[in-house]
């Protein structure tokens, strides 16, 4: 039998687990339960519950040795002592109480009942007019189908959601996060309700961690005016998927040369800001396939200028 040396997250007494076994134990030093998948300990429970991811990427996103680390982490997270640092991290956290639950619930019943009045009267005015006008009679419809779509789609709170917070004693705290652990180079991905904290990352990064600045123009409509943004989203090597963080808005512009210039220099100071909370540079990926210009014309334009290629170079490079 081959035995994996591994730490407990709760007590960091170091263990033996058996290779390919899948079973639960419990730390002979601390009592925590443990979830052994016969290679990765994909939970721990002490007297809150810790779940690592349970996967073929479990390497690549999560590091053996820090799950300790982790546990730390995630319980003063829960008690409102620590969140996640730097530029381009988010957290938030609330509590949800059963007053909310109930409250939120009779306001979905009640939009459902007047949606179904509202397309009740949609469908006696289509029927009445179907038979002269038969392409105005589905545009009465279309409408009050929009608003029994929103009023039937995903609500808020479901049952489930008030009988657990009469469980948890009346409310519950949830939250989540994405971003670097406060005096480490660790980036995490989490989200926790109550006393459950899942982890879907928790990595030391070195050249495994880039941030992809995806570069995109909207002309707007009626109600809304043009955008001009670069969406950010976060990527861990070889994680399944990539992560959502938040848009860098500017001005709106023809990515000339002096535009340019002055996004990267917006950037530059996001990610000296980022240096200053971690102590290391981050890649940054600039794509422009959803710009104002074909990305080629773009690259062109970055390519046949000095400043602007080197800068463009740091910021790949992350140096």
Same mark, same amino acid.
């Given at each position: 039998?081959?035995?994996?040396?591994?730490?407990?997250?709760?007590?960091?007494?170091?263990?033996?687990?058996?290779?390919?076994?899948?079973?639960?134990?419990?730390?002979?030093?601390?009592?925590?339960?443990?979830?052994?998948?016969?290679?990765?300990?994909?939970?721990?429970?002490?007297?809150?519950?810790?779940?690592?991811?349970?996967?073929?990427?479990?390497?690549? *996103?999560?590091?053996?040795?820090?799950?300790?680390?982790? *546990?730390?982490?995630?319980?003063?997270?829960?008690?409102?002592?620590?969140?996640?640092?730097?530029?381009?991290?988010?957290?938030?956290?609330?509590?949800?109480?059963?007053?909310?639950?109930?409250?939120?619930?009779?306001?979905?019943?009640?939009?459902?009942?007047?949606?179904?009045?509202?397309?009740?009267?949609?469908?006696?005015?289509?029927?009445?007019?179907?038979?002269?006008?038969?392409?105005?009679?589905?545009?009465?419809?279309?409408?009050?189908?929009?608003?029994?779509?929103?009023?039937?789609?995903p609500q808020n709170y479901k049952s489930t959601d008030l009988e657990f917070a009469q469980n948890a004693g009346g409310s519950y705290g949830v939250g989540e996060g994405s971003g670097f652990v406060p005096e480490t180079t660790?980036?995490?991905?989490?989200?926790?309700?109550?006393?459950?904290?899942?982890?879907?990352?928790?990595?030391?990064?070195?050249?495994?961690?880039?941030?992809?600045?995806?570069?995109?123009?909207? +002309?707007?409509?009626?109600?809304? +005016?043009?955008?001009?943004?670069?969406?950010?989203?976060?990527?861990?090597?070889?994680? *399944?998927?990539?992560?959502?963080?938040?848009?860098?808005?500017?001005?709106?512009?023809?990515?000339?040369?002096?535009?340019?210039?002055?996004?990267?220099?917006?950037?530059?100071?996001?990610?000296?800001?980022?240096?200053?909370?971690?102590?290391?540079?981050?890649?940054?990926?600039?794509?422009?396939?959803?710009?104002?210009?074909?990305?080629?014309?773009?690259?062109?334009?970055?390519?046949?200028?000095?400043?602007?290629?080197?800068?463009?170079?740091?910021?790949?490079?992350?140096?």
């Amino acid at each position: 039998m081959v035995d994996i040396e591994l730490v407990c997250p709760a007590c960091s007494e170091e263990l033996l687990l058996p290779k390919n076994e899948p079973n639960a134990y419990e730390c002979p030093e601390c009592d925590a339960g443990l979830v052994w998948n016969g290679e990765h300990l994909t939970a721990t429970k002490i007297d809150r519950t810790f779940l690592f991811v349970n996967g073929t990427e479990y390497d690549t *996103v999560f590091d053996t040795k820090n799950l300790a680390i982790a *546990v730390d982490f995630a319980n003063e997270v829960m008690d409102g002592k620590a969140s996640v640092i730097g530029e381009l991290s988010k957290s938030s956290s609330s509590t949800v109480s059963q007053k909310n639950i109930a409250e939120s619930m009779e306001f979905d019943r009640g939009f459902q009942n007047v949606a179904i009045v509202i397309f009740v009267i949609s469908l006696l005015g289509f029927l009445s007019i179907v038979g002269q006008a038969g392409f105005v009679g589905c545009l009465c419809l279309a409408p009050s189908m929009l608003i029994m779509a929103i009023a039937f789609g995903p609500q808020n709170y479901k049952s489930t959601d008030l009988e657990f917070a009469q469980n948890a004693g009346g409310s519950y705290g949830v939250g989540e996060g994405s971003g670097f652990v406060p005096e480490t180079t660790i980036y995490t991905r989490y989200s926790w309700k109550n006393d459950t904290f899942t982890f879907r990352a928790f990595k030391q990064i070195d050249n495994n961690f880039v941030f992809k600045l995806q570069h995109s123009y909207s +002309s707007g409509g009626d109600n809304s +005016s043009p955008r001009q943004r670069y969406h950010v989203s976060s990527i861990l090597s070889g994680a *399944v998927q990539e992560e959502y963080v938040q848009s860098i808005h500017t001005r709106i512009h023809q990515c000339e040369k002096e535009d340019l210039l002055e996004d990267f220099n917006l950037i530059l100071g996001i990610r000296e800001k980022l240096y200053e909370s971690i102590g290391m540079y981050i890649p940054f990926k600039i794509e422009y396939d959803w710009s104002v210009k074909r990305a080629s014309k773009i690259m062109k334009t970055i390519n046949n200028d000095a400043q602007l290629a080197e800068i463009w170079k740091r910021l790949e490079e992350g140096n």
